[in-house]
């Protein structure tokens, strides 16, 4: 029996301790929360259950004297500071969940940073909690993309608080498979912000200020937002974009070129509860996979909702994980047809290349269109075509004089450089390195990191149809069809 002390705060921790507590082999022996505040979600979760509830005064006390022993403890969001014999009694120290990447961003404030900085992707992490803030040794850090023009602060959070589950999940299935302490990385260097510091970053100084910037990086009711100051006083700025969501549903404004019978996205009702009077959507968006390839590009495509004013997005699935996804709606592919919509475009979230033909194939004999999904900073130089339906994450490259079938995915820091020619479905894992004069055939499959030697004019260097490239293999020469190679430098893989 592993014996755990489980601290934590907001909605999350409430979910994880009642996961954790129904675990075999596990005794919650206390719960350290924000019980002092009327409405606190581990507080309610830890009396439903029965558990004990410390006060940290006393929690202190008790692992000091020994009436309170641990193995192991978990920490959701935890915001007390822990000391002395709370972190010398486990044997299995004590694991905490912090929303931000380390070890770049430690404390309070990395919603605000990521913002301000203008980040296109961010993490949460899982580290062992030492004497100071967060500089324990890291176990893990889960990293996704997000959408620098559109993200507030408070989105940011929420799409934090999903991560930061898929991130416990593992770590906890990780810890019951083999009990004991993780093998780490380290936890070196990265920023720390006061509580003062974040104060004064609200103020808005309009001279030198992205205000528009500020003001969703400080998003984050009820506390005090973005401000100016009038005759000593502070007020909060808002945009349009935070005015439309603090809007109530069906409310819109009477000037607003989105009044009338066309469907907009201020009626909150789900788009499947619509009747066929009721009006159609211009644009209905869908990504087709609600996996962790379309929720990662989800943030990318919101971009889309700036673009096309009255459009909607949603997920579409064929097995619908739930009714919302990422604060998106999850649709069928039958359900997201009988919707009104005067368009309907989807772009195919689906790693693997043979299921994302089929499903194309698929939207395409129901008249459904593609829209490509492209982070901000993507680079593309002079004379390239691409395919319909490409998924073009952050940092990715695209030089000149360089052609690209349908249904592309190149993911983060990927590049393809001059005269390259590549086909239909192809994928590109995180940091592919694509030289010029290379041609790759359909549905060929490069892995995070690797390599592609540059070919010479008129001998270019050929990946075949169906090839697989390993995870950092460095190739040099051709490659034949449906042929797996690895390694540095690569060769075919012996089964």
């Known amino acids: 029996m592993t014996r755990v002390l489980y601290m934590g705060r907001k909605p999350i921790a409430g979910k994880l301790l009642e996961r954790v507590a129904a675990t075999p082999g596990i005794e919650v022996v206390g719960v350290l929360t924000d019980s002092h505040l009327v409405d606190s979600p581990t507080t309610a979760m830890a009396d439903r259950l029965g558990l004990p509830l ?20 978990v920490s959701i969001l935890y915001w007390r500071r822990l000391k002395g014999a709370l972190l010398a009694h486990p044997a299995q120290g004590i694991i905490n969940f912090h929303p931000a990447p380390l070890p770049e961003y430690r404390g309070v404030g990395g ?8 980040r296109t992707d961010w993490a949460v992490s899982a580290h062992y909690i030492d004497e100071t803030i967060d500089t324990g040794p890291i176990i893990s850090v889960r990293r996704f993309a997000i959408d620098p023009h559109a993200e507030t602060a408070r989105s940011l959070e929420k799409t934090c608080m999903v991560e930061l589950e898929l991130l416990f999940d593992d770590v906890w299935g990780r810890f019951l498979a083999n009990p004991g302490r993780f093998e780490c990385l380290p936890n070196d260097g990265g920023r720390l912000l006061t509580r003062r510091e974040i104060e004064e970053m609200k ?18 009711p009820p506390y005090d937002g973005a401000y100016i100051e009038v005759n000593g006083e502070r007020y909060t700025l808002v945009d349009r974009t935070i005015l439309d969501s603090l809007a109530e549903p069906g409310v819109s404004s009477l000037f607003s070129p989105k009044s009338g019978r066309r469907v907009g996205r201020e ?27 379309g929720r990662g590009i989800l943030p990318l495509a919101r971009r889309e909702l700036e673009l096309r004013p009255d459009a909607q997005l949603v997920f579409v699935d064929d097995d619908p994980p739930s009714d919302r996804l990422n604060g998106h709606e999850v649709l069928s ?10 368009e309907r475009r989807v772009a195919v979230a689906i790693a693997d290349s043979h299921a994302r033909q089929s499903v194309a194939e698929r939207c395409e004999a129901a008249g459904v269109l593609f829209f490509e999904v492209r982070a901000a900073n993507v680079t593309q130089m002079d004379d390239v ?48 390195h694509c030289n010029g004069n290379v041609h790759i055939g359909d549905h060929a499959y490069v892995g995070s990191g690797a390599i592609i030697r540059q070919g010479k004019p008129g001998k270019p260097l050929l990946i075949g149809a169906g090839a697989v490239i390993g995870m950092g293999a460095v190739v040099t020469k051709d490659v034949p069809d449906g042929t797996t190679v690895v390694g540095n430098p690569a060769r075919p893989l012996e089964r």
């Not at 410390?54 to 403890?73: H, K, Y």
């Not at 309009?206 to 990086?217: F, L, T």
């Not at 592919?333 to 005067?342: K, W």
């Not at 052609?403 to 592919?432: K, M, W």
């Open 385 to 432: 075509q691409i395919g319909d339906g490409a998924l073009l994450s952050p940092f990715v490259t695209i030089t000149s004089n360089v052609r690209i079938g349908r249904h592309f995915q190149a993911n983060l820091y990927s590049y393809v450089e001059h005269d390259c020619v590549i086909g239909d479905y192809v994928t590109f894992g995180p940091g592919v």
């Open 203 to 220: 103020r808005i100084d309009p001279r030198r200020d992205d205000i528009g910037r500020k003001i969703r990086a400080f998003w984050f």
């Open 333 to 342: 592919f039958d359900a997201f047809l009988s919707i009104p919509a005067d």
């Open 267 to 293: 009626d909150g009702r789900p788009l499947s509860a619509r009747g066929e009077g009721e009006g159609s959507i211009g644009t209905l968006l869908g990504i087709y996979g609600a996996g962790g390839c």
């Open 54 to 73: 410390l006060e940290f005064d006393d929690a202190l006390a008790a692992a000091g004297d020994g009436r309170l022993t641990f193995d192991l403890g």
């Open 111 to 118: 919603y605000n940073l990521a913002i301000l900085e203008g």
